[in-house]
Nanobody
Framework: QVQLVESGGGSVQAGESLRLSCAAS????????MGWFRRAPGKQREGVAV???????SYADSVKGRFTISKDNVVNILYLQMNSLKPEDTAMYYC??????????????????WGQGTQVTVSS
């Protein structure tokens, strides 16, 4: 069983930055994708960024140029660097992991493993 634990959320002002982390534990994770989803109040889950085992990435259009996903394969920690945060980025952010199909990386149904989430609040 893969366990995913997020950290790094918080409350910031618009324009500021945060870095989220996700530590994977349990048996050695062999799936090819890890990533971040978010859910804002009253909205559906949204794929934010995903990184594949070959290093290729996918981003939601709303975060391109502002967010960067990366992974430290030695310690198996996933990161999401979030710059120039906007109030509309306010959401619960979830770490996900599983085998995924490249065309569908940003679809929630691709992932069976989800963390508990970390809250990001951006005020104007």
């Amino acid at each position: 069983q893969v366990q995913l634990v997020e950290s790094g959320g918080g409350s910031v002002q618009a324009g500021e930055s945060l870095r989220l982390s996700c530590a994977a534990s349990g048996y050695t994770y062999s799936g090819n994708c890890m990533g971040w989803f978010r859910r804002a109040p009253g909205k559906q889950r949204e794929g934010v960024a995903v990184i594949d085992s070959d290093g290729s990435t996918s981003y939601a259009d709303s975060v391109k140029g502002r967010f960067t996903i990366s992974k430290d394969n030695v310690v198996n920690i996933l990161y999401l660097q979030m710059n120039s945060l906007k109030p509309e980025d306010t959401a619960m952010y979830y770490c996900v992991a599983d085998n995924c199909r490249p065309k569908f990386r940003l679809l929630a149904d691709e992932y069976n493993y989800w963390g508990q989430g970390t809250q990001v609040t951006v005020s104007s």
